[in-house]
């Protein structure tokens, strides 16, 4: 069975050859001492050409692996422009692909960061959420009195202060057209001083993370008669 990654690692490896032919293929005839010599320079050239080629393809893999693959190629394309016989059709094909690897390497990082701060906010709102029944209970012993003074007061109100550093609001306001967006109608009361849907009395508090609403304050509605 053939090994494929072996017939890779040979593709990859440059060739070298040494011409001890003693006749001339071009002319045929016998080399002289001198014949012979050139013939080893040339083939000394050819293999340190071949050395330098395959030094500049480990070069350019290598840098694709580091994460400056871009920074080589820029670096390429301009040794390729700075060459008196480039080919400018070559030279503006790599250019092309140079900015065409810059904009997705652009695209590629603004998603990473985009995807990093929806990951962080998600992240706060799961904590929150988990934190909204204990802010009820909070809610309800403040509202009955119990949280006027003391230790527990104390720690009620840092833990306040914490929460709102992460943009936790309350929607517990009394009197404000009601609006279904941040407001659960429990019930619905004639009001004759209402002029539109009021919230006349707030039965469970609400609460939002930025624009993002948590849970919607359980109200009852005041309705014009």
């Known amino acids: 069975m053939p090994h494929h990654g072996n017939e890779h690692e040979h593709e990859s490896e440059p060739v070298s050859f040494r011409d001890n032919r003693k006749i001339d293929p071009e002319t045929g005839k016998v080399r002289g001492p001198q014949e012979e010599a050139a013939a080893q320079d040339a083939a000394a050239a050819s293999d340190e050409a071949a050395s330098h080629a395959h030094e500049d393809v480990t070069a350019v893999d290598e840098a694709h692996d580091s994460g400056d693959a871009l ?132 039965l469970r508090w609400g609460y939002k993370s930025g624009d993002r609403v948590l849970r919607a304050a359980q109200v009852i509605v005041g309705v014009p008669e």
């Open 71 to 202: 920074a080589q190629a820029e670096q390429i394309l301009n040794e390729a422009s700075a060459e008196p016989a480039a080919d400018q059709a070559l030279v503006e094909e790599l250019r092309n692909d140079l900015l065409r690897l810059q904009a997705e390497y652009v695209n590629y990082r603004k998603r990473v960061e985009r995807d990093r701060a929806v990951a962080g906010e998600m992240a706060v709102i799961g904590v929150l959420n988990s934190l909204l029944p204990v802010l009820d209970d909070i809610d309800a012993a403040r509202q009955h009195g119990d949280l006027t003074d003391g230790p527990f007061a104390a720690i009620a109100a840092k833990l306040d202060g914490v929460l709102e550093q992460y943009g936790l609001n309350r929607i517990n306001e009394a009197g404000v057209e009601f609006d279904p967006n941040i407001h659960e109608a429990l019930m619905q009361q004639p009001d004759p001083e209402a002029k539109v849907d009021t919230v006349s009395q707030v």
